[in-house]
């Protein structure tokens, strides 16, 4: 079965404001991975933690490895911050994908 | 300047045509990968290596070959593309495997099988 389970699907927020992504893990993952695919189609690395949290700019990431789950807060968002936002975890062999929530940011 | 380069970022092909997309990283990683990427179904793994000359099978692997012919270089071909692998394909380079080190993406190509 699915090893990362990542909610909401789709988000819609009004610049300014914020919310929270969250991607649930089946086992325990060692480590996981925030992406943004941005309008042009090009990943980009937001953050990799093995524990703990990290911060840039407006936006937050804490991974539980324990409690199997990792979040990303998003505070004052802007329209440039609209994308698909992914995260991935170590699953074995390879690195497995949540499925994606995508976030619009309207005036 | 972009560690990993990927070409053509789009490419249209009929089916049953031949198609090599190419990725190349100057990160001096070990470890290159190649996903696609579908609506809802986030990044899945099509082929791994990790180092010259080295393959290894990933979760969706069917009527794709790769090749990784140098460090910096890693191949995925597609001989006979159906519609079905129309799709944003990503090229991915780690220092380690298994999630144990950052995953650095290319910018993607988009392939459209008309």
């Known amino acids: 079965g699915d090893q990362v389970e990542q909610s909401p699907s789709a988000l819609s927020l009004h610049e300014g404001t914020g919310s929270a992504l969250r991607c649930n893990f089946t086992t325990t993952m060692r480590a996981v991975q925030w992406f943004r695919k941005n309008s042009r189609g090009s990943l980009i690395n937001l953050f990799y933690?093995?524990?703990g949290t990290k911060e840039n700019g407006r936006l937050k990431s804490a991974f539980d490895s324990k409690e199997r789950y990792s979040t990303l807060h998003i505070r004052d968002a802007q329209l440039e911050d609209s994308g698909t936002y992914f995260c991935?975890?170590?699953?074995?062999?390879?690195?497995?994908f949540g499925s994606g929530t995508r976030l619009l940011v309207s005036p | 300047e972009a560690a990993v380069t990927q070409s053509p970022r789009n490419k249209v092909t009929v089916t049953g045509g031949n198609v090599t997309l190419s990725c190349r990283q100057t990160?001096?990683?070990?470890?290159m990968y190649w996903y696609r990427q579908d609506t809802g179904h986030g990044l899945r793994l099509i082929h791994y290596?990790?180092?010259?000359?080295?393959?290894q099978i990933g979760d969706v692997p069917d009527g794709y070959k790769a090749t990784r012919t140098t460090q910096e270089d890693f191949f995925l071909l597609l001989e006979l593309a159906s519609p079905s692998q129309t799709s944003l394909y990503f090229c991915?380079?780690?220092?380690?495997?298994?999630?144990?080190?950052?995953?650095?993406f290319g910018p993607g190509t988009r392939l459209t099988v008309l």
């Open positions: 991915a380079s780690s220092e380690v495997g298994g999630g144990y080190a950052e995953q650095f």
């Open positions: 933690l093995a524990s």
């Open positions: 991935a975890a170590p699953g074995g062999y390879k690195v497995v």
């Open positions: 990160n001096s990683h070990n470890y």
């Open positions: 290596s990790y180092g010259a000359g080295n393959l």
